[in-house]
């Protein structure tokens, strides 16, 4: 009798502090509602991005980069970082990169060697193509033909044979590797017979990607090395010995005075984030870029103010290319403060939707 007695006067005094009695008091629970998205045709991408941000789980998560994003780009006090890490231009994801750099959108640029290899490669007048990711896969050139019969290991086997490289369900001849080389040779290490940093040496590749695209009337854009050279936005590639480019000058140096300094781009690049206002980074991918764009933190007293990461690994596994940008405030890469979103996903599809809806946000916003 006595305990029905206390319960009852403790759901009095709840309700005499204004609150329902019937309603547990919640310090975490204060969000709206889940809305329900709506698409209908003819919405532009910002419109579904919205629509995105009324839904929950990884919806929400990838309107919410768009925001920051958004305000990345249209904020002008801010220096934004850029780091491209996968095989985004063998997948087609070029020309967002090149835009965004002609736009003003990119003040840095971390990559891979691989992505400045086959970046150069379309430059110069090579391609790469559709293809098949297992042999009983539709080739998208005809989808109704009958399998090959082939084993996984057979369709490999065969694509040797025949001089092709696979990159998941993209093929690149390699002879395009032998004009590449070339290109490197009669182009590009000519103007660098020194030490000089791997800032100075893709600038050079940029210079001469974009002379040798006008000079072969190639029909593809002369790139994203090329863009960045001619609007002066620094590349930077610091595992640039891991990639086809990497091992071409390293036959090169064999033989001549060239060199790379491996810790030259460095001061360069901390440089640029001290001397930032507020500072930005958007990393697709993990690896190497990731970690360079966000470890020049470290190097000064600031941090990043903003920070969008497009992925497609898990973090629980503690890998690198997993770990959340919240795990990267702990060791004072972002600002406590900083606005953040981590988005996993295919970056071949989150990519081209959180730019395209990012830049339509700015455009409409007064930041």
């Not at 780091?83 to 003003?104: C, T």
């Not at 001549?256 to 697709?284: K, Q």
Request: with cysteine; charged share 25%; glycine share 10%.
């Amino acid at each position: 009798m006595s305990d029905e007695h206390e319960h009852g006067t403790d759901e009095s005094e709840a309700g005499s502090d204004g609150e329902d009695a019937h309603t547990p008091h919640r310090e975490e629970f204060h969000e709206a509602p889940i809305g329900h998205a709506q698409v209908r045709g003819g919405m532009t991408v910002g419109d579904l991005a919205t629509e995105y941000g009324k839904a929950g789980i990884g919806a929400a998560t990838v309107d919410r980069a768009v925001d920051v994003y958004a305000e990345m780009l249209g904020r002008e006090e801010v220096t934004n970082f850029f780091g491209l890490a996968g095989a985004m231009v063998p997948a087609g994801m070029r020309q967002i990169v090149v835009d965004l750099i002609r736009d003003g959108h990119i003040d840095a640029l971390v990559t891979t060697g691989a992505n400045l290899t086959h970046d150069a490669i379309e430059a110069i007048g090579g391609k790469h193509h559709h293809g098949r990711a297992e042999p009983h896969d539709p080739h998208p050139a005809a989808a109704d033909a009958e399998p090959t019969g082939e084993t996984p290991r057979e369709h490999d086997e065969h694509l040797r044979d025949e001089g092709v490289d696979r990159i998941y369900n993209v093929y690149l001849p390699q002879e395009h590797f032998a004009l590449f080389e070339s290109h490197l040779r009669d182009n590009v290490f000519p103007a660098v017979e020194r030490q000089v940093s791997i800032q100075e040496f893709t600038a050079e590749l940029g210079r001469a990607n974009a002379e040798q695209n006008a000079e072969r009337d190639v029909d593809e854009d002369a790139g994203i090395a090329a863009a960045a050279y001619e609007n002066d936005v620094p590349v930077y590639c610091p595992a640039i010995q891991d990639s086809v480019l990497g091992i071409q000058a390293w036959i090169y140096s064999q033989t001549s005075d060239f060199g790379l300094d491996a810790l030259g781009d460095m001061t360069h690049l901390s440089d640029l984030a001290f001397e930032a206002e507020r500072a930005g980074a958007m990393v697709v991918g993990g690896g190497v870029p990731k970690n360079y764009v966000l470890q020049t933190m470290l190097t000064i007293p600031d941090a990043y103010d903003y920070a969008v990461q497009l992925t497609m690994d898990p973090d629980h596994t503690g890998g690198l290319s997993g770990a959340t940008l919240d795990e990267a405030r702990s060791w004072g890469k972002l600002e406590k403060s900083a606005r953040n979103a981590t988005v996993v996903g295919d970056a071949t599809i989150t990519l081209p939707l959180v730019v395209a809806a990012a830049r339509e946000r700015a455009a409409e916003r007064d930041f």
